[in-house]
């Protein structure tokens, strides 16, 4: 029961630390449905490992029904998980989200094959993903990078890099640009106007 509670207070103390609009701990255990789904995810997830699918399936999409966000339950989450808004998140059976990991509403961390293999992203600690990006196959996203609003990834991302567009374009991660908030505009390079 301690490590339950212990568990509840830190992800109440990470919303907290990823959201400026967080106000306080009972109206975000009430009203966020990014942390009704991790902690659903979590029970889902246990009940997955230990071979009772059916049931876990059946709390998944009950769980997406409630929230919008869908969460295999064979999807493995670490700690300090946090989805912003949630509404449109999918993350598939394969997927591996480490620590410290926060996702924008829209993203999909999905597939691109139909075979019984690992088939969806792997997410090292510390990463951001903006909303509305697409990070698709069995690839990983290194440690500490970032991938900006609505890019579409389909290739590996080394640790603390930043990918955007469509397909996404690599580069390193300056210093002031290792912000909790994506905002995809501030890492494009800006090209001379035309006229």
């Not at 992800?11 to 991790?38: F, K």
């Amino acid at each position: 029961m301690y490590r339950l509670l212990r568990m509840i207070r830190e992800d109440l103390a990470n919303a907290r630390d990823h959201d400026p609009a967080a106000r306080g701990d009972v109206e975000n255990a009430i009203v966020y449905s990014g942390l009704h789904a991790i902690w659903s995810h979590r029970v889902a997830h246990v009940l997955w490992t230990r071979g009772l699918r059916g049931p876990a399936r059946v709390l998944a999409q009950f769980t997406r029904f409630l929230t919008g966000v869908e969460i295999h339950p064979g999807a493995t989450i670490g700690r300090r998980f946090f989805i912003d808004h949630g509404m449109g998140i999918v993350i598939g059976e394969t997927a591996e989200i480490g620590d410290g990991v926060m996702l924008y509403h829209g993203v999909t961390l999905g597939g691109q094959v139909l075979t019984q293999t690992k088939r969806h992203p792997t997410l090292e600690d510390n990463v951001t993903v903006g909303a509305g990006a697409k990070v698709l196959g069995p690839i990983t996203i290194g440690c500490g990078s970032a991938i900006g609003a609505n890019a579409v990834v389909t290739k590996d991302v080394p640790a603390n890099h930043i990918a955007v567009g469509i397909p996404a374009v690599n580069r390193p991660r300056k210093t002031n640009e290792c912000k909790k908030l994506v905002d995809p505009d501030r890492y494009v390079d800006k090209e001379p106007p035309l006229f």
